[in-house]
């Protein structure tokens, strides 16, 4: 079921996805696409970006009569799949599914083999999903003012997994001990199942992940959730406050999830993409799939999704150098 917050969203879409259309005229827009199109997807297989991608390339294929083939180039936490779409030529042919560590990669990485806003056409951000806080039930702490207090009455001696070195839920993690004040060791495993299965074995003493990943072991009370990361609750978590009400003031992150092409996409093609895209999005059965996934519609069009990119490489950049991030 779709709440208020949400349906206030899609009363948006139109409005921002529309922003900047015109009309279609140049005959190569029109045609578009008549072979297959390519969509790589930097990360792998079972996560929120990848179904994400699945969703949309399905619909999309039904559109244009033409199969949207998703690819998952894995590597360097997201960076080899990132330079292929860079790389690309831009026709049209080949699009990308990003995510918020495409900002991250900028803030942890001085020399990347693309330039993370330039070398790409922003066509539409379509969504964010949350991340949940959470401990494994036998930890002491009910809030997460309690596990902020709990942490600084033993420095250096608890930890957090994460799904690796320099992902999201390792930054979402650093940012939220900085903010905090309390100190915790960082535990990379090579996967996030591995991460999720240790917190829940009580081998480690807190995690940030999607809140649809930790979800069934909430659930289950084998995992208490102290908050969540974005700006307001979760549609799947009503009753967890966000980390800013529960005593860690400012602290927001969403994972978002946007089509990018390589630069150069010509002005018809970008049109056209955007328009179909926007229209995917307010498709009441994604819609009903976005919810059980905990993710929410936000349409950003290429100018503000440029513009959202830049402010969050700038914003990461400063937790990567106060948390004191490193990839070793």
């Not at 997807?41 to 399905?58: C, E, H, I, K, N």
């Not at 969403?254 to 150069?264: D, E, I, L």
Request: hydrophobic fraction near 45%; charge should be positive.
């Amino acid at each position: 079921m779709i709440d208020s917050r949400q349906r206030r969203r899609l009363l948006l879409l139109t409005a921002a996805g529309g922003a900047g259309l015109l009309p279609v005229r140049m005959a190569i827009g029109q045609t578009f696409p008549t072979r297959p199109v390519r969509l790589i997807v930097p990360y792998g297989v079972g996560t929120v970006s990848d179904g994400t991608a699945r969703l949309f390339a399905d619909k999309l294929a039904a559109v244009w009569g033409q199969s949207l083939l998703v690819e998952n180039v894995t590597g360097a936490g997201g960076v080899i799949g990132t330079q292929a779409i860079a790389k690309a030529a831009p026709d049209g042919y080949t699009l990308g599914m990003l995510a918020s560590n495409h900002a991250m990669n900028a803030a942890l990485y001085p020399q990347l083999p693309y330039d993370p806003v330039k070398d790409f056409q922003a066509v539409l951000h379509i969504s964010f999903n949350q991340f949940a806080f959470c401990v494994h039930s036998a930890v002491p702490a009910r809030t997460l003012q309690e596990f902020v207090a709990y942490a600084r009455a033993h420095p250096g001696e608890l930890n957090y997994s994460s799904s690796g070195n320099g992902g999201s839920p390792h930054l979402a993690m650093a940012k939220l001990a900085s903010m905090a004040q309390i100190q915790l060791a960082h535990i990379p495993y090579r996967s996030n199942g591995a991460a999720i299965t240790d917190l829940v074995g009580g081998r480690v003493t807190i995690m940030s992940t999607s809140v649809s990943a930790l979800l069934p072991f909430i659930k289950t009370g084998q995992l208490r959730a102290l908050a969540v990361s974005g700006d307001q609750r979760s549609p799947l978590l009503p009753d967890v406050p966000t980390a800013a009400e529960a005593g860690v003031p400012g602290y927001v992150m969403k994972n978002w999830n946007g089509f990018v092409a390589p630069a150069g996409l010509p002005q018809s093609l970008l049109t056209k993409l955007q328009a179909d895209l926007m229209n995917v999005l307010r498709d009441k059965a994604v819609q009903a799939q976005f919810a059980v996934l905990g993710v929410e519609p936000e349409a950003l069009g290429p100018a503000e999704f440029t513009r959202r990119l830049e402010e969050e490489i700038t914003s990461w950049k400063k937790v990567v150098r106060e948390a004191h991030v490193k990839l070793d």
